[in-house]
């Protein structure tokens, strides 16, 4: 039988609440509904960035932390070692708060410019629609030789990289859509390579940019058929439980049994919420 209980963490002031259950670790939980809490250490409760004032509530405390007179009756915890039994109220300290990050996803002036200036005028994905003659006795030569051949004369690259497993589908499509194909494709300066095939008909696709930094994570998502920016979005990194900076979480994926899994997943976490 599952022991743990629901519990609310309430934040003093603004009467914030946060559920969670007993057992629970009080800096994970605050980090993890983006409230976001200083963690230098990384949890390990050496840095004494992350204390925060108890008001009431029933909690577990595994380590003191060593503090002044003066801050020891006002009832500070480190909340990296803050086991919660049961609902608490809580105050936390300007100074134990992450400072609010400016999570570039509005500034879209720059961001338009830059993706004008530099993407857009030469995008690294492309579309291209392909048009081949069917084969004759005079061009009898494979499908894909005269599709690369067609392909190259109109894109003016010299190197191109077809995988396999499309390779197999360009018979059967170009014979199925009367010798055409919208075909999609990377571009690398005079290389390309295929990453689709498919009818004419024009479709939309899409792509995700990712800004991933210690403190936050901010993506755009833009229609890359006709460089528009459909949304955009930022939140706080999820790793920062494991620590603020680079060093501390490549100190947490050393001494933790699947610790880098545990940040790979966290990151993705993060992205998938963002
Ligand atoms: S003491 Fe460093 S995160 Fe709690």
Redesign the pocket.
């Known amino acids: 039988m599952d022991n743990h209980i629901k519990c609310t963490i309430t934040i003093q002031p603004d009467n914030e609440k946060i559920d969670c259950y007993s057992g629970d670790n009080l ?1 994970q939980v605050l980090n993890e509904s983006q409230v976001g809490i ?13 204390l925060v004032i108890v008001k009431n509530g029933q909690y577990r405390e595994l380590k003191k ?1 060593q503090l002044s007179e003066e801050k020891k009756d006002k009832n500070y915890v ?4 803050v086991e919660i039994e049961g609902d608490m109220e809580i105050k936390i300290p300007e100074k134990s708060r992450l400072r609010k990050q400016q999570i570039l996803t509005k500034d879209e002036d720059d961001f338009q410019k830059n993706f004008e200036q530099k993407i857009a005028k030469d995008p690294v994905y492309r579309q291209q629609i392909v048009k081949l003659p069917p084969p004759s006795l005079v061009d009898n030569s494979a499908d894909l030789e005269r599709f690369k051949r067609i392909f190259k004369k109109e894109t003016d690259i010299e190197e191109l990289t077809f995988p396999y497993s499309l390779i197999k589908e360009l018979t059967t499509k170009l014979r199925k859509n009367d010798w055409q194909l919208s075909v999609s494709w990377i571009k690398y300066g005079k290389r390309g390579q295929i990453i689709d095939l498919d009818s004419a008909t024009k479709k939309d696709y899409y792509g995700l940019a990712l800004d991933i930094g210690t403190t936050t994570v901010a993506g755009k998502l833009i229609n890359l058929g006709n460089n528009v920016e459909i949304a955009s979005a930022g939140k706080y990194n999820k790793q920062i439980k494991f620590g603020e900076d680079v060093i501390s979480r490549i100190n947490y994926s050393k001494n933790h049994d699947q610790g880098l899994k545990t940040l790979q997943r966290t990151l993705i976490k993060t992205i998938t919420y963002c």
């Open positions: 800096l200083r963690s230098l250490c990384g949890g390990e409760g050496t840095c004494n960035k992350c932390p480190l909340s990296c070692k």
